[in-house]
């Protein structure tokens, strides 16, 4: 077995990712073997997100480092907590090839969307808000 140390952040997305005695066993990937937490590259941060967390007053992504670029229906998404669902990225987005970067292109769609009027939470604020 390789080494964790020695794979590059896209392994996973290169690979089968059967790797392990029980993973060929089962004949699937076990996806939580692999720590999704993982400080994220800070270097890597897009002008939004630098500007967000500078205005925001804080060190660092903290809730936003488990946010990764995912999949739904084989289209580009982000899942968002909040409402239980995924964000779909606009088609004319070009993602890049590094899973660092589309990470940090999550979290800032997220972050766009959740301040957006089209957020469900947004438009329950509004229905039922009292005061």
């Not at 076990?30 to 967000?52: C, Q």
């Not at 967390?53 to 982000?78: C, Q, R, S, T």
């Amino acid at each position: 077995m390789t080494d964790k140390r020695d794979l590059d952040v896209d392994h996973y997305l290169k690979s089968d990712g059967v790797e392990t005695e029980r993973e060929r066993l089962i004949g699937q990937h076990i996806g939580y073997r692999y720590d999704v937490n993982l400080v994220p590259d800070y270097d890597r941060l897009t002008p939004f997100l630098k500007k967000y967390i500078e205005f925001m007053g804080w060190d660092d992504l903290n809730w936003l480092e488990d946010v990764h670029m995912g999949y739904e229906e084989n289209k580009p998404a982000v899942f968002d907590r909040n409402i239980n669902g995924w964000v779909s990225v606009p088609d004319d987005l070009d993602l890049p090839d590094n899973q660092q970067d589309r990470d940090m292109i999550a979290r800032e769609l997220l972050i766009k969307f959740q301040m957006s009027e089209r957020h469900p939470l947004i438009q329950l604020n509004k229905a039922y808000r009292k005061f």
